[in-house]
């Protein structure tokens, strides 16, 4: 059991090390957000912008059609959340893109057709900061 032990507390370790620590943010490069869209997954599914203009350039990578909203999270379930813009649908193929001007804050993004987002198409965009020029 003792050298049973020290593999254990380790081998413990690493698996606590790997929850809970929160979505891993990819952070934008100049504004423009660049995402593929497959069947029921949007890549990257968290995102970190600073805030003001913001663009979403999404490729549609998957067999059925996708689009792309940005929406706030919603407070309280049933609440209809504010939808700031969103792209067109986008079959195959296609790539769609949407401007939206946001502040800082934590936003929704998702996929409306369907009940895609029910499916897991859907991530976070985290706002930051003074407002981009």
Known sequence: MRRLFPALTAG???????????????HDRDGVLRLDLTEYRLDPQDLTVRAGRIRVIATNKGRLTHNVAVQEIKEEE????????????????????????????????????????????????????????
Request: aromatic residues 6%; hydrophobic residues 30%; contains cysteine.
């Open 12 to 26: 413990l370790a690493a698996a606590l090390a790997g929850c809970g620590g929160g979505p891993d943010y990819v």
């Open 78 to 133: 049933g609440d209809q959340p504010t939808e700031y813009a969103r792209t067109d649908t986008a079959q195959p193929g296609d790539r769609v893109a949407l401007n939206v001007t946001l502040g800082p804050g934590k936003y929704q993004l998702l996929c409306t057709i369907g009940n895609h987002d029910d499916l897991g198409q859907y991530g976070e965009l985290k706002v930051t900061g003074e407002e981009r020029r």
